[in-house]
């Protein structure tokens, strides 16, 4: 067993919104109790100590690029926008081999963990033709020595260059190719059990990289094995512009053609949906991965978060890839969709509470992960926990859930806890030592950026 002592608030909003100085009592990997007092089971083997600390719900990051992290904040596309920044990234990411997935999947989640993400997906869409090894594989090795919940996307392009797609066909697959792959990592890695650790999307990556017969394709075998759907939509005018010259409609109607709406289905972004399609998402209980901080950073827009919401849409909140985002930090894009929202529809557009329900409970929901996201007995034990005794929080403590998105100059936790066992303890990673998992990174990164100024 694992006790958090003295928790001095516990964000539970089905308990009255903050349960203040109690303990919660973790049995395996599960919340076993919640109350006050003191505990002397002997079978508690560790106990944390949470004096001054908020603990809420482990955060849910639903769309990311984790091989990005290896390619931040390069000078060239620091103000390109959306095509123009991928067509210079084709050319590095191609090149990506098993110790950049391996290394980018680490550096990613250790971030994610940090700042108190429990359970993330990736998009994980580029399949070089000299890559060897199992890709998948590769990332839930390298995710479950850091213990994260993890819920990747396999994710595909069909569409290279010569078809008229804007990626480099040295990264496309045959739609066969991608079909039996698919199938292969459903069988080998997906486990349906409530307490999943493994979980498989399938993600084929956007209208403009995959062919109709692959996304139509994709979803009917993803339907066959109950998993679910994933794709960036919608997330630049471009994009827009690009679906109606060479298919003749809006990227929603195209996923309309092509089966791929519904429950099981999310969209990455969302920027660019009119009044009618925002109400066939919320008929379709289609859901939508929110990523204030790219959509900023390129300049895509501002996606329609407080209408999605008004519908009954569900809208959860995501980091998206590190070179659009340039960092993993999973608690500042909680503050990011706050800030944004109110910018374009005024103070009251978002609150602190709706912001953090669709960082937990609506992404835990979209993963299709039914026993985390929320705090009470018998619930997964994802837990992230920060300190707010700290000179930052001073003075903010009457809202102690609101201070972790007005307030603080740092996003990380003191420990954060993935299926009842620690992952990050007084600020560190558990599972990987810091400052080997920097080295190995800049070296990969380093490796990559070099095989483009050779070809410069």
């Not at 090795?141 to 595909?156: H, N, V, Y």
Request: hydrophobic letters at 40%; charged letters at 25%; one cysteine or more.
């Amino acid at each position: 067993m694992l006790l958090l002592k003295n928790c001095s608030y516990i964000a539970a909003p089905e308990n009255g919104g903050i349960i203040t100085n109690s303990d919660i009592l973790i049995e395996a990997n599960k919340i076993k109790q919640i109350s006050k007092g003191v505990w002397e089971d002997p079978d508690i083997h560790k106990t944390l100590d949470c004096s001054g600390c908020i603990v809420i719900p482990g955060l849910v990051n639903t769309h990311h690029h984790f091989f990005q992290t290896l390619t931040r904040n390069l000078p060239d596309v620091q103000n390109a926008k959306l095509f123009d920044w991928l067509t210079y990234l084709y050319e590095i990411w191609k090149n990506i081999d098993r110790d950049a997935v391996y290394y980018s999947t680490m550096l990613a989640v250790g971030e994610l963990l940090k700042t108190g993400c429990t359970l993330t997906t990736d998009h994980h869409y580029l399949y070089p033709e000299n890559f060897m090894g199992d890709l998948i594989g590769t990332q839930f090795e390298a995710a479950g020595k850091l213990g994260i919940r993890f819920s990747p996307s396999r994710g595909s392009m069909s569409l290279g260059r010569k078809q008229g797609g804007l990626p480099p066909d040295s990264v496309i697959q045959s739609e066969e190719a991608i079909l039996e792959d698919s199938q292969r990592v459903i069988e080998e890695y997906n486990d349906p059990s409530e307490d999943s650790m493994r979980r498989i999307v399938l993600a084929p990556c956007s209208p403009f990289s995959v062919t109709k017969a692959n996304m139509r394709k994709t979803a009917q075998l993803a339907r066959k094995y109950n998993v679910r759907l994933h794709t960036h939509l919608a997330e630049t005018k471009d994009e827009e512009a690009f679906c109606n010259d060479v298919f003749g409609k809006n990227p929603l109607a195209l996923m309309e053609e092509v089966e791929f709406l519904g429950e099981d289905v999310f969209f990455a972004h969302g920027v660019f949906f009119n009044d009618e399609e925002l109400r066939v998402l919320a008929n379709t209980k289609t859901s939508i991965a929110h990523c204030p901080s790219s959509n900023m950073r390129l300049g895509s827009g501002v996606a329609r978060v407080k209408d999605m919401l008004k519908l009954g849409i569900n809208v959860g909140l995501a980091v998206d890839g590190s070179a659009s985002n340039d960092t993993s930090d999973m608690l500042a894009e909680l503050r990011n969709a706050l800030l944004l929202q109110r910018v374009i529809n005024g103070a009251d557009a978002l609150r602190c509470r709706e912001v953090f329900k669709m960082a937990t409970e609506n992404g835990a929901r979209m993963l299709n992960f039914s026993k985390t996201g929320k705090i009470k007995p018998g619930y997964l034990a994802d837990l992230a926990v920060f300190d707010l005794n700290r000179l930052e929080y001073t003075g903010s403590l009457s809202d102690p859930l609101a201070a972790l998105i007005f307030s603080g100059i740092s996003h990380q936790t003191k420990y954060t806890i993935v299926n009842g066992k620690v992952t990050v303890e007084n600020g560190y990673l558990v599972g990987e030592d810091e400052e080997y998992l920097i080295k190995k990174g800049n070296e990969a990164s380093e490796r990559l950026l070099k095989v483009l100024r050779q070809a410069i």
